[in-house]
């Protein structure tokens, strides 16, 4: 047969050169390509060699090897070949892919040792990325003849008889020449194509080897004991083949799965949890999931990428796959390997689908599982999780609605005021005494701050326990949940607590209508607060202010801090049997300078005691200051 040269079908030369230089990020890629390809057609091989006795079987394997001398990379393997025509029509045809179309051959039969990854067609011209030319020699399995393909990844190619004389494909590119931007010498450094097979084929599972650089002993004898040591190339496999979240959990030892997180991850300490994942069915995949024992240092940067990785039939194709994990579960190190996840033409990007959105929430899933049981079993190493990771898992809380939501809250503790420990809203609802119809909670940076809180005294004196919130997102998920089990919750800073007996109430809502005049006249000596009432919650305390509506004085700073212009509606509570409430109704008939300057210092105190300076506190020294001397 003579040699003939062909265009390229359906693609010009701007195309190709989109193909070579644009799909693909980095150019490392092409040697996970080649080696994919070589793997399916090992499996086509081993395919056909069930139903025809015709094609032989072998010890399959992948070889890769290099020639600094003819600056060439070679990919061998004994798979099926190629026939001419297969030659033309998966090499000479952009975007063909004989995977795909073999694939579609058998995907009615029952073919569990078919496991073909190229899908697309154009794996085999990332090649050309790093290669000037490119050689193929091939010979078919299924018809015998060999031929030798070349092309210079321009606009056509040329395919010629050969005398290859074994089955499958040899793959020699040969390198172009280095730049200033671009070192193509260190695809041809024996520990560079060590790292780049067990960065992204460390799983095809068929042996890739290459030729390894093994040291000689030295002899006792020999006198010259400075000289370089004896070394001699041997081929090894460089590959582990079969990866550890396939095989039974039952199978893999504790001390297997840390080394291998510690490894995989870059983390000196054994993870908190391991959960594997095994799904079978219309989608199938496998996933291995970590809980560091401490956040990695950059978790909450902006720099910092959530994701697990993503391998696809044991090729690793992303590091960071971004919609494999919801954000408040950052944290979690792993990764996901299915066979059925749609990738775009280069597959380093997952295409949106519905398999994605499965296998995540199902990830979701699990890990909530893992820590529910761990909440159960093992309380210590819980509340140890939690002294670290317990603020991503409320921002949970915060950011998912109905189920979702429901499915994080029992997982919530907080720390008790009675108790002084870590619970649960059920632990909590569990312990509430007869009587008690809400979840009472006060925002403060511990126990002996909250204990202060004058807004506590009637809680207190009820014997309630209080959960105490520190972390700046606790208000806005409280709010978000509203209730626990038909709980409501109510915050002892801000609402209505509701304790006062039936009594007592009826004589201040009377004794709001007397003094009208009174409240009136301090709702005027301080204008910044929406409204002055007498209060249904103090008890030994003169006064409080507390926020009316949605937004919490906790809420306010939390979002000043983040540059929001936001002002929480402020209430002056007074307590009407305080001696300080009659001092007041005698100084606003006597001296009506010295009344505003009373109700601006109470109120500036009650401020104080939330946390809020005054808006001018010179004046409020100056009143002060001024009181004293008296």
Not at 96 to 108: A, I, W, Y
Not at 118 to 144: D, P
Request: hydrophobic share 35%; charged share 35%; with cysteine.
């Amino acid at each position: 047969m003579a040699k003939t040269t062909k265009k390229f079908k359906t693609e010009t030369k701007k195309l190709l050169d989109m193909m070579i230089n644009s799909i693909y990020t980095h150019k490392e890629i092409f040697l996970r390509e080649l080696i994919s390809n070589a793997s399916d057609a090992i499996d086509k091989r081993h395919y056909l060699s069930l139903t025809n006795q015709n094609i032989p079987t072998e010890d399959y394997e992948i070889k890769v090897e290099y020639n600094k001398d003819d600056r060439t990379i070679t990919i061998t393997d004994n798979g099926v070949g190629m026939t001419k025509e297969e030659l033309e029509n998966n090499l000479g045809t952009i975007a063909k892919s004989g995977s795909k179309e073999f694939l579609e051959q058998v995907e009615n039969e029952k073919t569990p040792d078919v496991d073909i990854i190229g899908q697309f067609g154009v794996g085999f011209y990332s090649a050309f990325m790093v290669a000037k030319s490119v050689k193929v020699e091939t010979k078919s399995a299924t018809t015998g003849e060999a031929h030798v393909f070349t092309s210079e990844g321009l606009d056509s190619y040329t395919i010629d008889e050969s005398d290859y004389d074994k089955y499958g494909s040899k793959i020699t590119l040969y390198l172009r020449d280095n730049t200033e931007e671009e070192n193509y010498d260190e695809y041809m450094d024996e520990y560079k194509i060590k790292e780049l097979v067990k960065k992204y084929s460390d799983y095809v599972r068929y042996p890739i080897k290459t030729w390894v650089t093994k040291y000689e002993p030295k002899d006792d004898k020999d006198e010259d004991k400075d000289s370089e040591p004896k070394t001699h190339l041997e081929l090894e496999t460089i590959n582990s083949m079969l990866p550890i979240w396939k095989k039974n959990k039952s199978e893999v030892t504790d001390e297997e799965l840390n080394n291998f997180y510690k490894s995989k991850f870059n983390d000196w300490q054994d993870p908190i949890s391991s959960i594997f994942v095994n799904v079978e069915g219309m989608l199938t995949y496998n996933a291995l999931l970590f809980i560091p024992k401490k956040p990695f240092y950059d978790m909450y940067s902006d720099r910092s990428e959530k994701g697990l990785q993503l391998y696809t039939k044991g090729v690793f194709i992303l590091d960071k796959c971004k919609d494999l994990i919801p954000d408040y579960l950052r944290f979690v190190k792993g990764l996901v390997d299915s066979a059925d996840l749609p990738l775009n033409i280069s597959r380093e990007m997952l295409q949106e689908d519905k398999a994605i959105k499965k296998i995540a929430a199902n990830v979701e899933k699990k890990i909530l599982a893992e820590l529910s049981r761990m909440l159960k079993n093992d309380r210590e190493k819980y509340e140890e999780f939690f002294k670290d990771y317990g603020i991503n898992l409320k921002f949970g809380v915060y950011e998912n609605y109905g189920e979702k939501k429901d499915s994080i809250k029992d997982l919530i503790i907080m720390k008790s005021f009675n108790q002084d420990k870590l619970i649960t809203f059920k632990e909590y609802v569990e312990a509430m005494p007869e009587g008690q119809n809400a979840i009472y909670y006060a925002t403060g940076k511990d126990k002996d701050q909250v204990a202060k809180l004058p807004q506590m005294d009637l809680v207190k004196a009820k014997g309630y326990d209080v959960l105490l919130l520190s972390d700046d997102v606790d208000e806005f998920m409280i709010q978000m949940l509203k209730n626990y089990d038909e709980k409501e919750f109510k915050s002892v800073n801000n609402d209505d607590l509701g304790l006062v007996d039936e009594e007592k109430s009826k004589e201040i809502d009377a004794l709001k209508e007397e003094k009208k005049d009174l409240l009136e006249a301090v709702k005027d000596a301080i204008p910044s607060a929406k409204s002055v009432v007498l209060s249904k919650k103090l008890v030994d305390a003169p006064c409080c202010v507390t926020a009316e509506g949605s937004l919490t004085f906790e809420m306010e700073r939390v979002l000043k801090a983040q540059n929001h212009e936001v002002k929480a509606d402020r209430v002056f509570e007074l307590n009407p049997d305080h001696p300080v409430f009659t001092k007041l109704e005698a100084l606003k008939t006597t001296d009506e300078e010295q009344f505003k300057k009373y109700v601006n210092i109470l109120y500036t105190e009650a401020l104080l005691q939330e946390g809020i300076l005054p808006d001018d506190p010179k004046a409020f020294a100056d009143s002060l200051t001024e009181l004293l001397m008296k």
